[in-house]
């Protein structure tokens, strides 16, 4: 069973910074990988999906990578604002449309 | 146009009744998925439809819980013989019908039983 963790688990930082959520992976054998924010009380809310064949995608202020062989994949989010607060969340998908989610990241940008 | 939507958004009942649960996805979307959140975990496949019919229904905790699309569309998820362990966030996402397989999610119902 493919498990899903990401670190850290909560990250506080000044409005401004640029940071790195992190997901790892434990099957390389991945279709894709969609990276999500979660207001509170709030459904999912798609930022980026990467398809297995590819190694980046960008949105905006956001980048995220995918490094198959080594089960990781990173969200860069640039120049962070207040409104960037949220939790993220990565989801593998397997070739049957089975998704595997991490417990997230809390993000906390403060003014 | 319009999302994924889900009612009702809250649902409180008592311990052993029965509950149902309504997702409607986006017009087109032909793969149909439902989550259950706990509070601090991520989503927890339940099941996944593709079409009417039910192509995986592996997460589905125990035979209390039930899904149905019965025009490949609109969904119900059924609840039997509630427990309190039961209560969480049930969160529906659909997929249109390409290679990407990108999920998009609804609002979620958050049941509460007591």
């Known amino acids: 069973k493919q498990e899903v963790t990401q670190i850290p688990a909560a990250l506080s930082v000044p409005e401004g910074e640029n940071l790195v959520l992190n997901c790892s992976f434990t099957d390389s054998a991945i279709y894709n990988l969609q990276w999500f924010r979660q207001d509170p009380g709030k459904g999912l809310t798609s930022l980026l999906l990467?398809?297995?064949?590819?190694r980046e995608q960008t949105s905006g202020r956001l980048n995220a990578s995918l490094d198959k062989s080594s089960g990781r994949s990173t969200l860069y989010i640039a120049a962070s604002q207040p409104g960037d607060s949220a939790t993220y969340l990565c989801?593998?998908?397997?070739?049957?449309?089975?998704?595997?989610f991490g417990s997230g990241t809390k993000l906390n940008v403060k003014p | 146009g319009a999302g994924v939507s889900q009612t009702p958004s809250n649902k409180v009942t008592e311990k052993g009744k029965y509950v149902e649960l309504r997702c409607d996805p986006i017009?087109?979307?032909?793969?149909l998925y439902w989550y259950r959140q706990s509070l601090g975990q991520g989503p927890e496949f339940l099941i996944y439809?593709?079409?009417?019919?039910?192509?995986?229904d592996s997460g589905l905790p125990n035979d209390r819980f039930f899904a149905v699309r019965p025009e490949g569309s609109v969904s119900t998820l059924k609840i039997q013989r509630t427990e309190r362990g039961d209560s969480a966030v049930y969160l529906c996402?659909?997929?249109?019908?390409?290679?990407?397989?990108?999920?998009?999610f609804g609002p979620g119902t958050r049941l509460t039983v007591l």
């Open positions: 996402a659909s997929s249109p019908p390409d290679d990407r397989h990108e999920q998009f």
């Open positions: 990467i398809q297995s064949s590819q």
């Open positions: 017009s087109g979307h032909t793969a």
């Open positions: 989801a593998v998908g397997n070739n049957f449309n089975k998704f595997y």
């Open positions: 439809f593709q079409g009417t019919g039910a192509a995986d």
